[in-house]
C-alpha cells in the first residue's frame, strides 16, 4: 500500500530538521522522548496519535483528528509566521 495524505506527510515532515526542532519546543512539557531524529519523531507522532503505524494516518478517523488539531493545523500556523527559508534542494539552485 502507497503512502498518500497525512501518512506521506508526516513522512517528510519527520525527515525535515525544522519539524523536529519544532516538535521538541511546542511539546517541550509533553515530548520524554528524543524527537532529534527522523525514527524518534515518528515515534512521537505514533504515541500521539495512538497508532501503530503512521499509514494508519490514511484511514484512522481518530488518529487523522489528532494529528490534525495537534501537530498539522499547529505546525501550519507556526511555518506561515516564519520567514522564508531556502530550499533544502541544492539542485534548485545549480543553475541559478
Not at 506521506?8 to 532529534?36: A, G, I, Q, T
Not at 488539531?69 to 522564508?84: D, G, H, K, T, V
Request: glycine letters at 6%.
Amino acid at each position: 500500500m502507497k503512502m498518500r495524505g497525512l501518512a506521506l506527510l508526516s513522512v517528510l515532515w519527520c525527515d525535515d530538521p525544522v519539524f523536529r526542532e519544532w516538535l521538541k519546543l511546542h511539546f517541550k512539557n509533553y515530548v520524554n522522548m528524543d524527537v532529534s531524529t527522523a525514527e524518534g519523531a515518528a515515534m512521537f507522532i505514533r504515541r500521539l496519535c495512538g497508532i501503530r503505524s503512521r499509514r494508519d494516518l490514511m484511514f484512522n478517523g481518530d488518529a487523522i483528528a489528532t494529528f490534525n488539531r495537534e501537530i498539522r493545523e499547529p505546525y501550519m500556523a507556526w511555518e506561515q509566521s516564519q520567514p522564508l527559508r531556502p530550499p533544502q534542494n541544492k539542485v534548485a539552485h545549480a543553475n541559478g
